[in-house]
């Protein structure tokens, strides 16, 4: 099957910089998503990435190797309220999403 | 708010129940998903609609049966569930299905199956 691999949990602290990896299989892509859930509540659209290179959008990047079958999401500036959990999710050749298990960011004061 | 809205939140129900989950997006989008979310594994697609019309049926027990009247809403009917069926049911739009296109979420339904 299609494994989309990301860490389980990860810890930073507030005002630090994170890097959030995810890696998939190389075959059949079509891009590569962040999205973002708070706990009890809906995803929410971070990124998209489709060709090689850093995507910024404020303090969130999302970086993509197509070759490697390797994204990350970096997040700078870290604040209480970007606890959460993070989905990476790769569009397969149908245009369907094959998604992470999520890796759940806990930020310390 | 993501223009998806689900009900209800919270569903309990013993095994031999039938009841309905309900999805709207007010979006104007062509394409409906259902997902299923358990604890610390990735979603999983059970259902897509285009149009009104099913594209995708990734092996999912009869025991639920989608039903897409219109483009903006989707049901998910739910008969005989098991205690392994508790999980988060999360319905998703998008403008349609080739080439990028993001997928907006509603909150989910909460499912306990006794």
């Known amino acids: 099957g299609q494994n989309i691999d990301q860490p389980t949990e990860m810890t930073a602290t507030e005002g630090a910089i994170v890097q959030i990896n995810c890696t998939y299989q190389?075959?059949?892509?079509?891009?590569l998503f962040w999205y973002q859930q708070h706990a009890g509540e809906a995803p929410t659209f971070l990124s998209y990435?489709?060709l090689d290179g850093l995507e910024e959008k404020g303090r969130f990047s999302s970086f993509l190797s197509r070759s490697k079958g390797y994204s990350y999401l970096l997040l700078k500036e870290l604040q209480m309220k970007d606890s959460a959990s993070y989905l990476c999710a790769k569009m397969d050749s149908n245009y369907q999403l094959i998604w992470g298990a999520g890796t759940k960011l806990i930020i310390k004061p | 708010e993501t223009g998806v809205t689900q009900t209800p939140r919270h569903l309990v129900m013993g095994m031999t129940n039938k009841k309905s989950l309900k999805c709207e997006q007010h979006?104007?989008?062509?394409?409906m998903y259902w997902y299923k979310q358990s604890a610390k594994k990735p979603l999983e697609l059970m259902f897509v609609y285009s149009l009104e019309e099913r594209v995708e049926n990734n092996s999912v027990p009869s025991r639920f049966s989608p039903e897409c009247p219109n483009s903006s809403h989707l049901f998910l009917h739910l008969h005989t569930l098991q205690p392994e069926d508790s999980a988060l049911y999360l319905c998703?739009?998008?403008?349609?299905?080739?080439?990028?296109?993001?997928?907006?979420f509603g909150p989910g339904t909460r499912l306990t199956v006794l």
């Open positions: 998703a739009s998008s403008r349609g299905l080739a080439d990028y296109n993001e997928q907006f």
């Open positions: 990435n489709v």
């Open positions: 979006l104007g989008h062509n394409a």
């Open positions: 190389t075959s059949g892509f079509n891009g």
